[in-house]
C-alpha cells in the first residue's frame, strides 16, 4: 500500500466532525455560570449570538442558526432560561423585595435564596446582594422545639445590596424588574460532574452549540434553536416553529411539554441529573459531551 | 461588555473608600478566605501571623491560641478574638462513598443544604455537594446533612484523602457591597481578629504603660476551649479582658427590635449583656469616656451569644466585651460595614493605649 493510499483511508475513517471534550466542557461552565431568568433571557442570548456563527436572535428573543439547505427540515432546540425572581419593591431602606417569575419546581425552591449570595441585574451590570436571613444566635431561646418549622417562601425574601435607601438601590442601576437570581458559581467535582443551578439546560444548550461549531454536514436543512421562555406563559419553541416551520421532525433537549414543538413530532432527550432543580444541580460532562456526538449524528442523520 | 460595566461601577465606588477602610479590607479579605473550624485553625493562624507587624513576636500555645504581647508591667489587658469557624467534620464515609457529618457550632443546616461543599484534606481540598433532602420532605429543617464528593465507594472517597475528621465547609468569598458594605461567611470572628490586627499595626507601643496581650484563639464555636486554655495560663494575673467578638445584630427586616438593635455603619459596640457575661455598669461608661475621648464611634446594646472573655471571670478579671454589628450571623452571607470594623480597631488600640 503506497503511502498515499494510506493517507486517503485514514481520512476516510475519521469522522466528519471530531468535538473536542474541553470544548463542551468548557462551554456547559460557562453556559452555567450565566443567568436567564424565564421571559429575561437577552444576556445570554447575546452571548449565544457571539459563539454561533450565522446565528440571528427572532423577534421572540430566540437564537438560532439554519444549517445546510433543502428537505427534510428539521428542529433540534435547547431551553435556555431558568426559573428565577424579579424585583418586585424597594423598601425605604434599601431592600429589595422579590417576585418569583416560573413555578417552583419543587417547595423548597424559593429556600435556597434563604442567606445566600444573589446577584441582580441592573441597568448599570450585575450587583452583588444577599438573601437575608435570620441570625442564628437571635432565635435562640426564642424558638420552642414544639414551634412550627415553616418552608422560607419567596414572601419572606429580602434582598440586602448594602445600600441603606431605595435612593441607594436605584444609583447602582435597580429598579422594578430588575432579573435576580442566585450567584452562579458552577461546581466541578468527582469525574467531570458539574453542578449549578439548571446545569442539565446549560449543559444541552452547550452541547448543541458545540456540534453547530463543528460545522456538521447536515441533511437537508436543521434549524437549532436556543429558545427561551420554556417555563412560562407562550414558549419560545412555538415561535420557532411559528416563524421558521414546519418542521418534519423535532428534538427538543429538556424534559417537558412535548407539546411544545407545535404540530411536529417531538422527541426529548435530556441529560440526566441528580439533585434535580437545585443550586447543585448535577450532570456529567461525560454525557455532555457524548450528547454533543449524538446531535452531529442526529443532524447528518447517520 | 456588562462585567466590565460593573467592574468599572464597583470601582469607581471602592475608589472612594478611605484609606482606612482599604486597609481594614486589605486584612479582612485573605482571614475570611482562610478556612478554619474549630479544631483545624492552623490555615486562619498562619494567615494572621503573615498579617502581624514585624516587630511582633508570635507564640503558639498548646491550645493552639496564639499570642503576642507587647509592652510590661501591670495590670495586664489582655484582647482575645477566636480564630475558628462554623462547619462539620466528617463523622463516618459509607460504602456509597458519602460522607456523614458532626456540626461544629450552631447555625441553621438548611443553609449548606444543596450548596458546593469542600472537604478539607491533607491532599488538598476535596469538592463535592452537600445533598439535598429528597423533595418529599418539606420543612425549614432538614434531616442531618451529607456530603457527595462525586464517588460511588467508601474507597474512592478515602483515595481522594478524605478520612473521619476531615472538616468540611463551603467554598467563600470576600464580596464588597454597596457603599462600605461587604459580605462573606466567617466575618465572625475574622473581622475581630482584623480589628486586633489594625490596632497592633497602628499602636503607639511607647504610650503603654502596662503590658497588653492580644490572643488569637481556638474552639470558641464549641465552648469558648480555646479560651479557657488562655485564661488558665494567665490566672489572676490579668486584670481586664476584652472579647473582640460579633455583635449578633437586629438590624434586618426579619429581626425582631426587642434588643440588639446595633444598626451596621453606626461604629463598634459595647457588649455590655449576653448570654456569657455582663460588663460591669462602671466599666460600660470607662469604655464610652474613652470612645468619646478619641472621638470614636461607639454603640452601647445587649445580644445573643457568649463570649472568650467569659472564661477569665472566674479568675476574677473583668469582661468589657467589645464588637461589632453584624447582620446574619452564622450564614453564608454575613453582612459588615467596613468603617465598623475601623471603628472597632479604633477602640482597641485607645483602651491599649490609654485604660
Known amino acids: 500500500m ?63 442558526v439554519s444549517l445546510g439547505s433543502g428537505t427534510p427540515k428539521r428542529l433540534v432546540a435547547c431551553a435556555l432560561d431558568e426559573v428565577g425572581y424579579v424585583v418586585g419593591n424597594i423598601t425605604p431602606d434599601g431592600y429589595l423585595t422579590l417576585r418569583r417569575v416560573g413555578a417552583p419546581p419543587t417547595p423548597l425552591f424559593d429556600q435556597q435564596l434563604e442567606g445566600e449570595r444573589v446577584t441582580v441585574f441592573g441597568a448599570r451590570g450585575a450587583v452583588p446582594g444577599i438573601g437575608a436571613v435570620r441570625s442564628t444566635h437571635l432565635t435562640r431561646g426564642r424558638i420552642g422545639p ?16 448594602g445600600a441603606a435607601s431605595a435612593a441607594d438601590a436605584r444609583a447602582l442601576g435597580i429598579d422594578l424588574l430588575s432579573p435576580v437570581s442566585l450567584a452562579k458559581r458552577p461546581h466541578r467535582y468527582g469525574d467531570r460532574l458539574l453542578a449549578a443551578p439548571a446545569a442539565a439546560r446549560r449543559a444541552s444548550c452547550a452541547a448543541l ?10 441533511r437537508g436543512t436543521v434549524v437549532a434553536a436556543f429558545t427561551v421562555r420554556s417555563l412560562y406563559a ?49 450532570v456529567s460532562l461525560k454525557d455532555g459531551d457524548a450528547l454533543a456526538k449524538r446531535l452531529v449524528r442526529w443532524m447528518e442523520a447517520r | 461588555m456588562s462585567t466590565l460595566v460593573a467592574t468599572l461601577l464597583w470601582g469607581s465606588l471602592w475608589a472612594q473608600d478611605s484609606a482606612r477602610v482599604a486597609e481594614a479590607q486589605a486584612v479582612l479579605a485573605p482571614l475570611v478566605e482562610a478556612y478554619g473550624v474549630s479544631g483545624a485553625e492552623g490555615p486562619v493562624r498562619e494567615a494572621v501571623k ?13 491550645a493552639g491560641n496564639l499570642w503576642v504581647r507587647v509592652g510590661n508591667g501591670d495590670p495586664v489587658v489582655v484582647f482575645i478574638a477566636h480564630l475558628d469557624e462554623i ?20 447555625f441553621f443546616s438548611s443553609l449548606f443544604e444543596g450548596q458546593p461543599a469542600l472537604v478539607h484534606t491533607p491532599k488538598g481540598d476535596v469538592p463535592g455537594v452537600f445533598m439535598p433532602r429528597d423533595s418529599g420532605l418539606v420543612r425549614h429543617t432538614p434531616p442531618p446533612l451529607r456530603v457527595d464528593v462525586g464517588t460511588t465507594s467508601r474507597a474512592a472517597t478515602m483515595a481522594r484523602g478524605v478520612s473521619p475528621g476531615s472538616t468540611v465547609t463551603m467554598a467563600k468569598q470576600f464580596v464588597r457591597l454597596a457603599g462600605t458594605r461587604a459580605t462573606g461567611r466567617s466575618f465572625d470572628d475574622r473581622v475581630g481578629c482584623t480589628a486586633q490586627l489594625l490596632a497592633l499595626r497602628h499602636l503607639d507601643r511607647a504610650a503603654l504603660k502596662h503590658q497588653v496581650i492580644f490572643v488569637f484563639s481556638t474552639r470558641e464555636e464549641i465552648g469558648l476551649e480555646g479560651a479557657h486554655a488562655a485564661a488558665a495560663a494567665l490566672g489572676k494575673t490579668a486584670q481586664r479582658v476584652h472579647a473582640i467578638d460579633t455583635f449578633v445584630s437586629a438590624d434586618s427586616p426579619l429581626e425582631l427590635s426587642n434588643f440588639a438593635v446595633a444598626p451596621i455603619g453606626q461604629g463598634a ?37 457568649g463570649n472568650d472573655g467569659s472564661m477569665f471571670t472566674s479568675y476574677g478579671v473583668v469582661d468589657v466585651a467589645m464588637g461589632w454589628p453584624l447582620r446574619y450571623s452564622h450564614s453564608p452571607a454575613e453582612v459588615v460595614d467596613l468603617r465598623d470594623v475601623v471603628s472597632l480597631a479604633d477602640m482597641i488600640q485607645a483602651v491599649a493605649e490609654t485604660w
Open chain 1, 2 to 64: 503506497t503511502g498515499l493510499r494510506l493517507v486517503l483511508l485514514s481520512l476516510s475513517i475519521i469522522p466528519s466532525f471530531q468535538l473536542s471534550a474541553q470544548t463542551v466542557d468548557d462551554l456547559a461552565i460557562r453556559f452555567a455560570g450565566m443567568t436567564a431568568v424565564t421571559g429575561l433571557e437577552q444576556a445570554m442570548t447575546d452571548t449565544l449570538l457571539t459563539l454561533v456563527p450565522g446565528s440571528i436572535r427572532d423577534r421572540a428573543g430566540n437564537v438560532t
Open chain 1, 146 to 161: 414544639s414551634s412550627p418549622d415553616p418552608v422560607f417562601t419567596v414572601d419572606n425574601a429580602y434582598v440586602d445590596l
Open chain 1, 209 to 218: 452549540a458545540a456540534a453547530v461549531q463543528g460545522k456538521p454536514k447536515v
Open chain 1, 234 to 282: 407562550t414558549t419560545g419553541v412555538e415561535a420557532v416553529q411559528s416563524l421558521q416551520g414546519p418542521f418534519a421532525e423535532a428534538l427538543l433537549l429538556w424534559s417537558g411539554r412535548r407539546t411544545a414543538a407545535g404540530r411536529a413530532p417531538a422527541d426529548t432527550l435530556a441529560l440526566a441529573t441528580r439533585y434535580t432543580d437545585t443550586a447543585v444541580e448535577t
Open chain 2, 50 to 62: 503573615r498579617l502581624l507587624p514585624a516587630w511582633a513576636q508570635a507564640e503558639t500555645d498548646t
Open chain 2, 87 to 106: 462547619g462539620f467534620t466528617v463523622t463516618g464515609i459509607r460504602d456509597d462513598g458519602s460522607l456523614e457529618l458532626q456540626t461544629r457550632g450552631g
Open chain 2, 269 to 305: 459596640v459595647a457588649r455590655a449583656l449576653d448570654n456569657s457575661s455582663i460588663t460591669p455598669p462602671a466599666y460600660v461608661d470607662s469604655l464610652v469616656r474613652v470612645a468619646r475621648a478619641r472621638g470614636v464611634k461607639l454603640q452601647v446594646g445587649t445580644t445573643n451569644g
